[in-house]
């Protein structure tokens, strides 16, 4: 029997270790390198400007769940597809979209807060939004669900455990030694998130062209849609420029390690990995476009919105 496209996608082994323990592996010291950029003071940003914050958060944990829905409902895509769909939509934000609102010339402080806590909303917000999108999809004989307790149980050891280690390492530790922990562990997460990106885009070869056509439309539109709300909501509430570019990058860059994880570890099923695959090919096009956009506004002193 011929492997399924998912499998060889997805179902790649480094020296017996699957695609889905090197992908947590590398999300846990992902999120303990955020953490050692972090202070609480960090977290005054909530304070000083709640609006912006707030504008944040709608986009990712509200608005964003909302249009997948609503792109689900009006494309019918096959139930793989949908599943991947959800599962990435209630997912937080990527620690590398600080990197990429950096570039873009965005509010740096404001996407490394929106990221830390969006980590952490999503232990409460994941299970309820995805489920909610499960029953939308299935009936009763199809029934598929996300287990709550073990679905909390992998978030808070994947995102807010590490968080919480790595700012009490900074803490702890000496200036001098944090930031050379913290610059080995950067180049340690980056190397296990390009090589679970290389892993699964190695995979694709042959199958490119397929996997478009499933779902290459609906991971496009949805990035787009997503990213102009971060947009749109940060005009309406007359946010700064770069506070603009923070959200319209924060609300498009989504952790699609977090999703793939899920599909492989806690769903057991490669195709519902699929779309965050895909959506992360379409999410590296239209953010560097971005980032090209905003630097040649700055380049011709046009100012933006």
């Not at 029997?1 to 992902?30: C, H, K, N, Q, W």
């Not at 409902?73 to 949908?82: D, H, M, R």
């Not at 009936?139 to 919480?164: G, N």
Request: neutral net charge; charged residues 10%.
């Amino acid at each position: 029997m011929e492997p399924t496209i998912a499998e060889l996608v997805l179902g790649r082994t480094l020296f017996g270790i699957s695609m889905g323990d090197i992908g947590r592996y590398g999300l846990m010291f992902i999120m303990l390198t955020m953490g050692m950029t972090l202070q609480v003071k960090d977290f005054t940003l909530l304070l000083k400007n709640p609006g912006s914050v707030l504008a944040g958060l709608i986009a990712q944990m509200l608005l964003l769940p909302i249009v997948a829905f609503v792109l689900i409902w009006l494309l019918q895509p096959p139930l793989y597809i949908a599943v991947g769909a959800i599962v990435l939509a209630c997912c937080p934000g990527a620690a590398t979209s600080n990197y990429f609102c950096y570039l873009a010339r965005g509010d740096v402080a404001l996407s490394v807060t929106l990221t830390a806590i969006s980590g952490m909303l999503v232990l409460l917000t994941m299970p309820v939004f995805v489920n909610a999108g499960f029953i939308m999809l299935t009936d009763a004989e199809q029934a598929i669900r996300l287990p709550v307790l073990q679905t909390m149980q992998q978030i808070f050891l994947m995102l807010i455990l590490p968080v919480v280690i790595g700012m009490s390492l900074r803490a702890i530790l000496a200036e001098p030694l944090a930031k050379k922990i913290q610059t080995g562990l950067s180049m340690l997460s980056f190397g296990l998130m390009m090589l679970v990106v290389v892993m699964s885009l190695s995979g694709l070869q042959g199958h490119f062209v397929e996997l478009i056509v499933s779902c290459g439309l609906l991971a496009l539109i949805t990035n787009l849609i997503t990213m102009f709300c971060g947009f749109g909501i940060g005009s309406l509430m007359g946010l700064a420029d770069k506070q603009c570019r923070a959200l319209t990058v924060e609300v498009g860059i989504q952790n699609f390690l977090l999703a793939m994880i899920i599909a492989l570890t806690i769903l057991k099923n490669p195709e519902y990995a699929i779309f965050p695959v895909v959506y992360l090919v379409m999410m590296y096009i239209t953010v560097f476009a971005y980032i090209a956009y905003c630097r040649w506004l700055d380049s011709k002193n046009v100012i933006k919105f």
